[in-house]
Structure formats: structure tokens, C-alpha cells
């Protein structure tokens, strides 16, 4: 089964935003609609697990916060990455102080997990997107072959494998974390 698309090129962002929610969530790119995949096995566990890791090192330190499966709304376009992590002082507040509904600018970091129904090109470009508008860092993750595409502002992406080290924010000090880490949370032996 292909990514779900549904092309509606009369519908703006604003008439999107005001759409009811899709499970699994829809992302609007250049006035078309695109339905994520459900996650799956794999999908979810490198998920979860990432979610955690990146928050058991920046939350308690108030360096930074990932969140799964959050809209991000900015330069036209309205994506929900697999994770996107903010730096602490960028994440949008309420008039309380506390955590806003609405994320109306572009991740720091977006972390893409490729499904077997997804299109490797169109996440791709989701990523190139994002560092193209501000995003400091992106990871795209293929579960089956255990590697991970890195890209930063300025560089071409570089592909990391096995005990490669891969590059996390800034904020985060001298987290490590390699790509064998990252994929040996699928083994539950």
C-alpha cells in the first residue's frame, strides 16, 4: 500500500488547518494532502525509544523537548514529523506559560523513520524542506537497511552506519548516540 494522496489544489493552508484531524495525521504540501502511513512495528519502537532518549538528556536540563508525531505549521506548508525537537527556549508557550497547542514555526531537529509504504522521496524532501526554513538538523531512518541520513544546513546529506556517531543538537552537550544504538532498540532478545 503507497502513502495515501489526496490532490486538492484549490484548498488553501488556512481551509487545511480548519480541516478535522486525520488518524493517521495529514500533512498539506503545495496545496495538496498527504496521509502519513500507521506506523508499524519498527516504525513505533525506534520512535518511542528516540522520543525517550532525546528527553532523558534535554528535558531534566531544560535544553530540549521531542515531541512525536507533532504539526508543525511554517513557511506554507503543515507536516508532522515522526519527531521534532525544539530547543527549550523555542518552544511556543500559552498565555500560562505552558505548552502551546499550536506550533506555528519549524522544528530544530526533524527525525523521519521510513515506513515500507512510504515514498523515500517525498520524507526526503519533507527534511530538505525543513533545513531549507531554519531546521538545524535532520535524520532519515530506514529500519531495513540500519542506516541513517544526515542533513544539515550547507552540506550535502551523509549516510551514517553501524558504529558511526551521529550528530544531535548543539544544546544537547556531548550526547552520543551511534547508529547501532539507535537500531538495536528492535531487539527484544
Given amino acids: 500500500m503507497m502513502l495515501s494522496t489526496q490532490v ?16 493517521p495525521a495529514s ?9 502519513k502511513p500507521m506506523p508499524q512495528g519498527k516504525h513505533s519502537t525506534i520512535q518511542t525509544e528516540l522520543v525517550s532518549a532525546i528527553n532523558q538528556v534535554g528535558k531534566e536540563q531544560k535544553l530540549a523537548y521531542a515531541f512525536s ?21 523555542r518552544i511556543p508557550l500559552d498565555a500560562k506559560g505552558r505548552v502551546a497547542n499550536k ?17 523515500p522521496n517525498r520524507v526526503i524532501r519533507k527534511i530538505t524542506f525543513s533545513i531549507q526554513n531554519g531546521t538545524k538538523l535532520g535524520w532519515f531512518l530506514d529500519p ?6 544526515v542533513f544539515q544546513p550547507n552540506q550535502l546529506p551523509e549516510i551514517k552506519e ?9 544544546v544537547l552537550g556531548d550526547w552520543q548516540l551511534s547508529v ?6 528492535l531487539s527484544f532478545t
Fill in 8 to 23: 486538492s489544489s484549490n484548498l488553501s493552508l488556512e481551509e487545511f488547518l480548519k480541516l478535522s484531524e486525520t488518524k
Fill in 103 to 119: 506550533f506555528e514555526i519549524y522544528p530544530d531537529w526533524i527525525i523521519e523513520i521510513l515506513s515500507p509504504e512510504q515514498s
Fill in 27 to 35: 500533512e498539506y504540501i503545495d496545496g495538496r494532502i498527504y496521509q
Fill in 69 to 89: 508525531e507533532l504539526r508543525c505549521t511554517f513557511a506554507g506548508r503543515s507536516l508532522v514529523p515522526d519527531i521534532a525537537v525544539f530547543e527549550w527556549q
Fill in 180 to 185: 547501532a544504538d539507535v537500531f538495536a532498540w
Fill in 144 to 149: 531495513e537497511d540500519e542506516s541513517v541520513m
Fill in 162 to 170: 553501524g558504529q558511526d556517531i551521529l550528530p544531535v543538537l548543539s
